[in-house]
């Protein structure tokens, strides 16, 4: 089942925060956060494991809830380069589908100057 | 560089013909993936295969098929029984000695348009 994400949609001036929400249903293993400009590439941001490790390659933070299955993602002091549309993809707990990622819907963010 | 390579990049189609995209990966990695895209449904998981010989369902795989003969390539040949074959396909390949923690490499994509 398909993860969800909040809100849909925020639009922000520069130097603003936002934060992005993911909940599943399921037990999570992980949960991987990615980028994707228009007509572009979906482009990693950051791993967060269940026990709280986290891996990620920008200046970006997260956070894992494993009780609750959710995950938020925090862009602080926003820039204009942070434009995109922001996906949650969930890895459940137990299987041996290494990573098969479900999804979210999707959050577009929108930095105006 | 290493990388994936999808093409075509743009395709057109008549209804009730097949076509194969096209995903070549030089990272020497063992899993590679199909996804679909449609505005504001995020990427649904249409095939994906963890070692060559061998691929699994996704969540969407009717109407399309997928082989895997040789490790750095994975084509996806969408059938004239997929209904709505109007997408943005995405391929992605993960490195299967990290387990569920792997990070997805993407390609540039392929948009096929049905006429």
């Known amino acids: 089942q398909q993860p969800v994400q909040s809100p849909q949609a925020v639009i922000l001036r520069e130097g603003e925060d936002a934060v992005i929400n993911c909940s599943s249903s399921k037990a999570l293993y992980s949960v991987h956060w990615y980028r994707q400009k228009h007509g572009e590439a979906p482009v990693f941001l950051m791993i967060l494991l269940k026990g709280g490790e986290q891996k990620g390659h920008e200046k970006i933070s997260a956070s894992f809830n494993e009780k609750k299955q959710q995950s938020s993602l925090y862009l602080t002091a926003s820039q204009l380069s942070y434009s995109g549309t922001y996906f949650c993809g969930t890895a459940s707990a137990g299987g041996t589908s290494y990573g098969k990622l479900t999804f979210g819907q999707g959050t577009i963010l929108t930095v105006h100057p | 560089d290493g990388g994936i390579t999808q093409s075509p990049k743009y395709l057109f189609r008549k209804e009730g013909q097949n076509v194969t995209l096209s995903c070549e990966q030089n990272?020497?990695?063992?899993?590679m993936y199909w996804y679909r895209q449609d505005p504001g449904q995020g990427l649904r998981l249409i095939y994906y295969?963890?070692?060559?010989?061998?691929?699994q369902k996704g969540d969407i795989a009717e109407g399309y098929s997928v082989s895997r003969e040789k490790k750095e390539s994975f084509p996806l040949t969408v059938t004239s029984a997929q209904k709505n074959p109007t997408a943005f396909y995405l391929c992605?390949?993960?490195?299967?000695?990290?387990?569920?923690?792997?990070?997805?490499?993407f390609g540039e994509g392929s948009r096929l348009t049905v006429l």
């Open positions: 990272l020497n990695h063992d899993a």
């Open positions: 295969s963890q070692i060559v010989n061998d691929f």
């Open positions: 992605a390949s993960s490195s299967t000695s990290g387990g569920p923690t792997g990070e997805l490499f």
